[in-house]
T-cell receptor
Framework: GENVEQHPSTLSVQEGDSAVIKCTYS??????FPWYKQELGKRPQLIIDIRSNVGEKKDQRIAVTLNKTAKHFSLHITETQPEDSAVYFC??????????FGAGTQVVVTP | DTGVSQNPRHKITKRGQNVTFRCDPI?????LYWYRQTLGQGPEFLTYFQNEAQLEKSRLLSDRFSAERPKGSFSTLEIQRTEQGDSAMYLC??????????FGDGTRLSIL
């Protein structure tokens, strides 16, 4: 089955700096890669996603890149703000179309 | 559209008791998923429905767990003879086909 690894597990950045989170996946049939943000005690919230026919997607300060050959994808957050502090999860679909999540990255943005 | 709704938000029960959770998906979403999340981990897939058909069950779902979606709308997840290890957040998500999955706030289960 699909296996998703996510790094780093914690990330501390100064406000205004960029944050990058990296994920790798194992199933070459995976074709959909969403990213979720989860604040303490709240639901995972979809922030951006990318499909395998696209190499990069951007939405304001957030961007995702996908390298299908290397089977890795990354989340980039620019000009970080304190409200970006949360746990971020990457995920990939397995061959059945269901999501396999990474273990999460705790992002702390310090003023 | 009020999003995915789950209730109860919290459930505290004694070991050995049965519990049932409910999920109301986003209207017109034909797929409904159940996940379990423990502290410090990502959501783990349990099972999913397309309309009323249960298409897949994870190995995590022992025979004490059962899920239904009788009319292809809301779904229930029942855990029988609860154990300490069942303590977790149970999340529901819905999607339109293979579109983005949107999550509810979850039901936090605590086993005494």
């Amino acid at each position: 089955g699909e296996n998703v690894e996510q790094h780093p597990s914690t990330l501390s950045v100064q406000e205004g700096d960029s944050a990058v989170i990296k994920c790798t996946y194992s199933d070459s049939a995976s074709n959909y890669f969403p990213w979720y943000k989860q604040e303490l005690g709240k639901r995972p919230q979809l922030i951006i996603d990318i499909r395998s026919n696209v190499g990069e997607k951007k939405d304001q300060r957030i961007a995702v890149t996908l390298n299908k050959t290397a089977k890795h994808f990354s989340l980039h957050i620019t000009e970080t703000q304190p409200e970006d502090s949360a746990v971020y999860f990457c995920a990939a679909t397995d061959s059945w179309g269901k999501l396999q999540f990474g273990a999460g990255t705790q992002v702390v943005v310090t003023p | 559209d009020t999003g995915v709704s789950q209730n109860p938000r919290h459930k505290i029960t004694k070991r050995g008791q049965n519990v049932t959770f409910r999920c109301d998906p986003i209207s017109e979403h034909n797929r409904l998923y159940w996940y379990r999340q423990t502290l410090g981990q990502g959501p783990e897939f349990l099972t999913y429905f397309q309309n009323e058909a249960q298409l897949e069950k994870s190995r995590l779902l022992s025979d004490r767990f059962s899920a239904e979606r009788p009319k292809g709308s809301f779904s229930t997840l029942e855990i029988q003879r609860t154990e300490q290890g069942d303590s977790a957040m149970y999340l529901c998500a819905s999607s339109s086909g293979e579109g983005p999955q949107h999550f509810g706030d979850g039901t936090r289960l605590s086993i005494l």
